[in-house]
């Protein structure tokens, strides 16, 4: 039995923007409740594994509690689990935290609304970078290695000031957990609606505690596999602002689909991780902790992809002098592409004789992060403590594609298909085959039979390519720091001081092999008709097509693979290497006064950054290697205030600040320049990091004798907004040969304007059993209880006006002239939504463990136009989530479960904005969201199985 206690808690609050019907029972009762239940006021609150949801949540609002800084925490249960399978997703059931899917499953974190690049990952403190960079992958993190997953959304000095909207700290187990032996196991099984493909889980965890001298050591090793096979309903659309072939009148210009496709995946992707730790207390005063933790993320993805080149033939005219009308006409001299004269609009119509560029892609791609740390703490005579930690990371991005072969319809335009477009509902692309007639002088093209099996349409193979491509970070993190305790000002003070050093290098190695002639496809054994190199199982997803197919032979093309790397050389990329370095120094100081009423924490970060970056640049045709350097020195002050109202209420103040530093890819030094055109392209080493400066008031009761509300208020000045943006190059780094290139213009990541995003979160937790006596309920209605949040956001931030450079020679002199394309404008900050919030209600009692948890994100800016050539500013549509899962414990070592996934089943959908009503806060309408870009549905999952804890 486990056992847990925590103060006892009563009272109610008046919800400010939304009350469940459970909340409003609360609110209304929690008075009453709270005198008929004053004689459990020294009571403890006592939780067991039959108990994981109450258990879990009490662990998490204690740690919550006791925080010096605005904290939110998801603990693990008695046996040590976490409700989720990953660290995102489990991450996204707390206040103030949004996700982003891929493929339905949730990979990055948002917190309170703001860009994903500000929130930073940690193992126990040491800040990861993930292998794709600044944007913090949480999908490649098993939440099987979790004890606590704690996200500070206020940045004390002893955190990284890369830190801006808040760090999420994986907190791993250690052996004293655990009283002496620890077992912990899992095994499931699944299985996904679509394709009825399997999904297998399955993690382990042993622990122990043994005696050594006068002192103790505890060892604790880990690992868990995590396997889901998947298909995936995609079309996508690519829409462009067009003028029409044929320049009629009323044959204006419009936005059109210019190409549509559907990215059909077979999907495997799997999760695990090994990890271990080693906790030595040779006496009371010193710990010396060694962890290890290794995990690997990888999908291996089979896409089959059909893309209809719709303005393939745009320019194929023959002239029409004759008065434009908008019936439908079936035998045009024109393609029909963006003609409304033949009785096409951009939703609906026909287009004659198109190419079908088609792909068979298998990738192999993996994402792992090795992190190894060596930490002691010692308590010293007189009072003073010192930590000092080593650790070293590799985080890997394996891009490899195995094979890509590319299959393209011929040049005879009898040869390729007609094909009938429907895009008036935003859900369905709807497409129809025929084959294509031409007849008469000039020309006129008619749809002919129609043709379900598109693999009858002839394609030949065009090519194929091989990719090797790995990116590797390698990491160091050096930190001593002292702190003392000690009476000041009347209180009980803890001062820290502090020296941590980081640095990291990216490398970015890739390879590539071409094959694109007969003697090539022959030597590596790929057939030239696709039907020999397809299988005959049809597509296993439920999307509307309007025409068959048959998946690739992923065996066929892994034996190509083999084959080609065995007969020939891969290239390196040049043009995509870079290797750069970033050097972090930081000191700080800090101090921690407490009273009776609270604590006040106070201190000041100071950090010296510095850059190296090695890249190819081209000069004159010729590729040499350019080392480029960059430093900066920033300070980071912060002030927190904490004052209990009361024994349960607190209110929480903060100022803190940040800064999020550009991505490595985006600081390489791979600038390319053209004399002729007086142009340079290509990163940009001395961008400036974003600033951030923010204040943060929240209020949080903690009900006795168990709840939770809280209500909070948040802003954020940012300056330095990052973007890519078109300016003079204004360094003289490039010049040589006596010619100044300062003057040059420049197209790359720059900094941009400034901007806010403020919002606030309201959050509770409540379960019904402490007050079923005094409102006279039956015992079994107090397994019931809720956990709620919501968040609101708003931002804004100036971006630059974009400019468009043309250059011009006459004479042999070349003038370049910058002509301004879009003014400046007011947007959004990118991956904000207006609101997040979820729900979760929940049952347990008698052994029975059942959540049903909903989420819902609103929709957010992906994309800023520059200009109104393509389809404007991309959003992805609002995301509802739904899962449940059940628990039943059989006795107090075993249990069996059972969850389903994505009950919604909603679809995924990017689209733009061509008007820019959305990026203006204008009210989001049926016909602002009709432009589908992307649209995936992924299906139901069920899994079940069996844990048990010794």
Avoid at 4 to 10: E, Y
Avoid at 165 to 187: E, Q, W
Wanted: glycine share 8%; with cysteine; net charge neutral.
């Amino acid at each position: 039995m486990s056992r847990l206690s925590a103060r006892p808690r009563a009272g109610s609050f008046k919800s400010v923007l939304f009350c469940s019907a459970a909340l409003c029972v609360f609110a209304a009762s929690s008075a009453h409740a709270a005198e008929a239940e004053a004689e459990a006021a020294d009571a403890e609150i006592v939780v067991n594994g039959s108990r994981p949801i109450a258990e879990s949540e009490a662990a998490a609002l204690e740690v919550q509690k006791n925080s010096d800084s605005l904290v939110t925490v998801a603990a693990s249960d008695s046996v040590g689990r976490l409700p989720d399978q990953n660290i995102a997703q489990a991450t996204g059931r707390l206040p103030g935290v949004a996700v982003e899917r891929d493929q339905g499953q949730a990979r990055y974190i948002s917190l309170r609304g703001a860009p994903k690049t500000w929130t930073t990952l940690s193992f126990d403190g040491i800040n990861v970078v993930s292998p794709e960079g600044r944007d913090a992958r949480f999908d490649s993190v098993p939440s099987a290695i979790a004890k606590q997953i704690v996200v500070s959304k206020a940045v004390t000095p002893d955190m990284p000031g890369e830190t801006v909207a808040g760090n999420v700290n994986i907190v791993t187990r250690s052996a004293f957990d655990y009283s002496g032996f620890h077992l912990a196991g899992k095994a499931g099984y699944g299985q996904a609606e679509y394709g009825k493909r399997p999904e297998y889980e399955g993690s382990l965890v042993l622990s122990d505690r043994f005696a050594v001298g006068g002192g103790e050591l505890g060892v604790l090793v880990s690992g868990s596999y995590y396997e889901r096979n998947m298909i995936t309903d995609n079309f996508e659309n690519d829409w462009e602002k067009i003028s029409p072939e044929d320049s009629r009148p009323g044959n204006e210009t419009r936005y059109w689909v210019v190409e549509s496709e559907n990215k059909l995946y077979r999907l495997t992707r799997k999760n695990w991780s090994v990890s271990g730790r080693a906790d030595w207390k040779p006496d009371a005063n010193n710990t010396i902790s060694l962890r290890s933790i290794y995990t690997i993320f990888t999908d291996d993805e089979a896409r089959d992809n059909y893309r209809f080149d719709m303005d393939d033939q745009r320019n194929a005219l023959v002239a029409n002098t004759a008065s434009c009308s908008t019936t439908v006409n079936p035998s045009p001299t024109t393609s029909g592409f963006a003609d409304v004269c033949v009785g096409n609009t951009p939703m609906k119509g026909t287009i004659y004789g198109i190419d079908i560029r088609q792909r068979s892609t298998l990738r192999a791609f993996k994402q792992s992060i090795f992190t190894n740390t060596l930490e002691g703490t010692h308590e010293l005579a007189g009072g003073w403590k010192v930590n000092w930690l080593g650790n070293y990371t590799v985080s890997k991005d394996d891009r490899t594609v195995l094979g890509e072969a590319s299959w393209n319809s011929p040049g005879t335009r009898t040869l390729r298909p007609t094909v009938g477009y429907d895009f008036s509902d935003p859900g369905i692309s709807r497409l129809t085959l025929y084959t294509t007639l031409a007849s008469g002088s000039p020309t006129q093209y008619s749809a002919g039979t129609q043709v379900t099996a598109i693999d009858t349409f002839n394609k030949p193979l065009g090519g194929i390519t091989f990719t090797d491509a790995v990116d590797t970070t390698t990491a160091y993190t050096g930190r001593l720091a002292v702190s003392r305790d000690m009476p000041l000002f009347g209180g009980d003070a803890t001062f820290k001081a502090g020296v941590q050093f980081d640095q990291r290098t990216k490398v970015v190695d890739e390879k590539t092999l071409s094959l694109n002639t007969a003697a090539q496809y022959a030597t590596v054994g790929i057939p030239t008709d696709y039907n020999q190199f397809s299988i005959s199982q049809p597509f296993m997803g439920k999307l509307y097509l309007g025409y068959t197919f048959n998946y690739f032979d992923t065996a066929k093309m892994k034996a190509v693979a083999d084959a080609a790397r065995a007969s020939f050389a891969l290239t390196p990329v040049n043009a995509n290497f870079y290797d750069v370095r970033e050097q972090v120094l930081a000191g700080y100081v800090m101090g921690t006064v407490r009273y009776d009423w609270g604590s006040l924490i106070g201190g000041v970060r100071v950090e010296r950054v510095t850059n190296r970056g090695i890249a190819y640049a081209v000069t004159n045709s010729v590729s040499k290697l350019i080392t480029a350097e960059s430093g900066q020195t920033m300070v980071f002050p912060s002030l927190h205030l904490n004052y209990n109202l009361d024994d349960t209420k607190k209110l929480r103040l903060s100022f803190n600040t940040g800064a999020a530093r550009a991505d490595y890819d985006q600081m390489r030094p791979n600038v390319t320049y053209s004399d002729l055109n007086q142009t340079v392209s290509g990163g940009n080493p001395a961008v400036k990091p974003e600033r951030a400066k923010g204040l943060d008031a929240y209020f949080e009761w903690y009900v006795r004798p168990q709840g939770y509300i809280s209500i909070g208020a948040f802003y954020k000045k940012v300056s330095n907004v990052l973007y890519t943006s078109t300016r003079s190059f204004g360094s003289t780094s490039l010049n040589s040969d006596g010619v100044d290139r300062s003057r040059y213009i420049y197209s790359g990541i720059v900094n941009g304007g400034d901007g806010r995003l403020y919002g606030m979160e309201v959050a509770a937790q409540v379960q019904l059993e402490p007050w079923t006596r005094s409102l006279g309920l039956p015992d079994w209605m107090g397994g019931f209880g809720i956990s709620a949040n919501l968040t609101l956001n708003d931002s804004e931030v100036t971006k630059p006006a974009y400019y468009n450079v043309t250059s011009t020679t006459t004479g042999g002199v070349t003038t370049t002239a910058v002509t301004q394309a879009v003014a400046a404008r007011k947007v959004r900050l990118p991956n904000t939504s207006d609101s997040v919030y979820n729900v979760g209600v929940y049952y347990e009692k008698y052994g029975l463990s059942a959540r049903l948890q909903y989420q819902r994100r609103s929709l957010w800016l992906d994309a800023m136009a520059d200009d109104d050539t393509q389809g404007g500013d991309t959003y992805w549509d609002a995301d509802d989530e739904l899962d449940f899962s059940a628990r039943y414990a059989i006795n107090r070592n075993v249990e069996v479960y059972f969850d389903a996934s994505n009950l919604l089943n909603q679809p995924g959908r990017r689209f733009s904005d061509p008007a820019g009503i959305l990026t203006a806060r204008g009210t989001p309408t049926a016909m602002i969201k009709s432009q589908t870009i992307e649209w995936e549905r992924f299906g139901r999952r069920f899994s079940g199985g069996v844990r048990v804890n010794f």
